[in-house]
Nanobody, 122 residues
Framework: QVQLVESGGGSVQAGGSLRLSCAAS????????QGWFRQAPGKEREFVAL????????LYADSVKGRFTISKYNGENTVYLQMNSLKPEDTAVYYC???????????????WGQGTQVTVAS
């Protein structure tokens, strides 16, 4: 079993920055993938970014490429999502998840955090 806890959400003005954290406990296999997803009211959950649990090989949605950075440091059980140049359309609940496949489809992820709200005011 794996537990994930997100933190770092909040409210910012457009152009601002936030850093989300996702702390994992339990048995996360080094081969697994850590993903960030978001869901705005009335919309489908969408992929934001992912990284291999052992590091490297990050992948981003086109909508956040160049503005968001996913990272994980060796020896830590926490994955970060640095979000810069935030836009009102980034407003959503952000979720972290882990799963065995290098995929952007949220349905393929096995464990999920509770989510953290990010609100960007124009």
């Amino acid at each position: 079993q794996v537990q994930l806890v997100e933190s770092g959400g909040g409210s910012v003005q457009a152009g601002g920055s936030l850093r989300l954290s996702c702390a994992a406990s339990g048995r996360v296999l080094s081969s697994w993938i850590q993903g960030w997803f978001r869901q705005a009211p009335g919309k489908e959950r969408e992929f934001v970014a992912l990284i291999r649990w052992r590091g490297g090989s990050a992948l981003y949605a086109d909508s956040v490429k160049g503005r968001f950075t996913i990272s994980k440091y060796n020896g830590e059980n926490t994955v970060y999502l640095q979000m810069n140049s935030l836009k009102p359309e980034d407003t959503a609940v952000y979720y972290c998840a882990v799963g065995p496949q290098y995929e952007t489809n949220h349905r393929l992820y096995k464990y999920w955090g509770q989510g953290t709200q990010v609100t960007v005011a124009s």
